[in-house]
């Protein structure tokens, strides 16, 4: 198989047909998006990373952060990498969670601050404040 | 003043003596971290980024995004970025809003499998789903 | 010319043409890409890129690496730059080197643990082990 | 525990020690590197990503890529990433597993051509070749 | 509105028209261009960066950066981000600006330089000189 | 040698001795900075990255871009790329070269409006407008 092919559900395997069925099933609605038939031709590598995908996206802890919240950590790490697929997949995930025009909008703020500040503080070199480097208690 | 030069309260001159003020005022605990230190040797540009950051992480409207999941947005750009200060100062800053180990541990799942991911989809070449594409009503 | 245009043969001053030429052979396919034609507006720069890329990528030392160890190492920085255009152009370049899938799927793996260990790297802030500063001898 | 805190051998609890032994017996040298005592502050996540550390660099397949190879890709990345740590860590592994100077000047080399035609393929917009994009076989 | 979608001028309030105006007039050429049409969903976040891009690009101070200068700044940070729409956009504007062939190839070879020398630096691991760390007086 | 190690003099051989002299008198200071000793360790890319450091920052055509305007350049992108060595660096140069805190003041503002911009620009998926694919002429 070629690099950008994607792999259509005739050409599955048993081990990607059960991925495919796994992800169909976690969406929600039926759909395998690109990444994952683009990924199917190492299915070894497809299954290590639906899981770890799975367990770290879909598998709450009581304390732990809230689907949204990490669609937003996940969006917020793929804009700063850009990565266009990533950034469009990821939207429409944060969206799909709900997403409101004021939380994007709260959202693209954030990153462009972020981003400035990020290339400021390398331009000026500027030393860690000791109080970062305290413990906690 | 040298690139890494720390400006302290001393050498301030007024316009930047009233943003430090303000800084200090917004923070809550009378500390001005080093980064506005370092920036301080232009005023100008240390007014205008003062002033997004607040209307940014401060300025929060109702239906828009509260402080803390901004927070963990500006982590994980910093993280993405690969800026060292910005890590500690926004790390911390999470941690003084509240973030609990089990968030933490999240954001480092969520920030480990997204950059996975963006680098598999930039191999792999992976095309834009249509769905992504299609307007949202 | 234009900045994404690309010189056909006709357009080529002599010193282009050279380049060109040699590029031909060095290939053995009589194919000049895209990256070389866009990069002709500047002979000076083409003649100096091309001449370090042939003595990086094709003058080999009997100790040093061979030209598939190099073309993933190639690959493996134009993915983590995000270029994609390098993507295209350096995947084709170690598939036409013999990359089996096995070793497509083995060189996607690491580039997902590294991508990822990188980012948690980062945002963990781990020090340098003493050993890792140690003189090898 | 603290983000930059590294967890010694006494306050492991049994599912970290666990990973520290396994992590000890494949490096053959007893040590635990810095880069797993800070990431094992989440339990979970240094399993997984122990896991996939394993399953990547040190279980070959016959006909895909040799552990050197894997290390180069790996080192060649974290360069890219610019992840200090990382590249400490991976070029002392690349030097264990037999890097020569040779080796090494040749990985510093592709390294430094990549890096400049990345960024060249970049502002010249370079289109990719039709005969990147055709089906291989 | 769609993350993606351009506003047009019948769609714009008071705000985002006022915007455009300016953008109108600074410009000279009538031209409002996508970058602007897409950030328009956001009008606080449109005029706030509106109005930094014209403070930043436009008002020059006697003894600070010319305008030309200030486009070569722009455009080597947005090719250093790979940034496609950025490349693009500060080519276009730098060309607007009197930028010569032979400035442009200039432009070209330093990037290219910069780019290999920042990546052997982080693989060296280069420690700082102390004659960079001086006070400058 | 070690990848870390500094070349000092008395352990140059004949090639390396040939470079530090040709460096020493083109900085005009007798000094030899840390990336070139750190480089030294293999020649032949010694010789091969200072050549280009000297054909490209040094020798100007008349209508090319002036040494001032190529180190904002240098600077620009190495910030960017969070090379910390590289930032130090060429900060001290364009300084050497008369860059006044204004025009520091300057870059800085540049550099951070094009950062978030560059950002922006990614989220949105802003499409590039035809005038900027348009010839020229």
């Not at 367990?55 to 850009?82: C, R």
């Not at 004021?102 to 693209?108: G, K, T, V």
Request: aromatic share 6%; proline share 4%.
């Amino acid at each position: 198989m070629l690099e950008n092919d994607l792999l259509d559900d005739t050409e599955a395997n048993p081990a990607v047909a059960a991925v495919f069925d796994d992800i169909r099933t976690s969406r929600g609605d039926g759909a395998v998006n690109n990444f994952w038939r683009a990924l199917a031709h190492d299915p070894k590598l497809l299954e290590a990373t639906w899981a770890r995908m799975k367990a770290t996206m879909m598998d709450s802890t009581p304390d732990g952060l809230d689907p949204f919240s990490k669609e937003l950590v996940y969006l917020a790490v793929s804009i700063a990498n850009g990565c266009i697929y990533c950034v469009h997949c990821h939207t429409a995930a944060a969206r799909k969670l709900g997403m409101t025009e004021a939380q994007y909008a709260d959202l693209l703020a954030v990153v462009a601050i972020a981003s400035q500040t990020n290339a400021l503080a390398t331009e000026l070199k500027v030393p860690v404040d000791d109080a970062y480097r305290e413990p906690a208690e």
